[in-house]
Every structure is written in structure tokens, then in C-alpha cells.
């Protein structure tokens, strides 16, 4: 499969996106602003993907503050 690497900010309001990406994604990196939110970097399969769009859209976070870095073969 081709997995996704992305890097998301996600907002200290937003706790439960974070906890949905603990568990569905392979988180690689974390780290928290003074101000509480917390930039992931985290690989994620191609199917899962489509829930995590929604899962952004839902927190009010858009496709640009997501950035894709790089896809993988596994």
C-alpha cells in the first residue's frame, strides 16, 4: 500500500481529532505549542485517509494546514 505521510496542527481544543489519530494513524512525531496545540506528523494508509478528511473538516481544519510530505510503499 502507498501510505501517506502528513503533518497536521491540531488545536488544544481538539482533543478528540488527536485522539482519533492515535487510533488509526502511526504517529512518527509530536510536538506541543506554548499555546497547546500540537503539530503530528504521522503516516496514514490511503483508506483511512478519506475518514481522517472528514474527521479535519469536522475541526474546522482545512487540507492546507495539512501538509502532505511524502508517499511510502509498505
Known amino acids: 500500500a502507498n501510505d ?3 503533518t497536521v496542527e491540531i488545536p488544544a481544543t481538539e482533543g478528540r481529532l488527536l485522539s482519533w489519530l492515535h487510533a488509526n494513524a502511526d504517529i512518527l512525531q509530536e510536538e506541543t505549542a506554548e499555546t497547546g496545540a500540537v503539530t503530528t506528523r ?3 494508509d490511503p483508506a483511512t485517509k478519506g475518514k481522517l478528511e ?3 473538516k469536522r ?3 482545512g487540507e492546507q494546514d495539512g501538509r502532505r510530505e511524502r508517499t ?3
Open 59 to 61: 475541526a474546522g481544519i
Open 4 to 6: 501517506v505521510v502528513l
Open 54 to 56: 472528514s474527521e479535519l
Open 72 to 74: 511510502r510503499r509498505t
Open 42 to 44: 504521522f503516516r496514514i
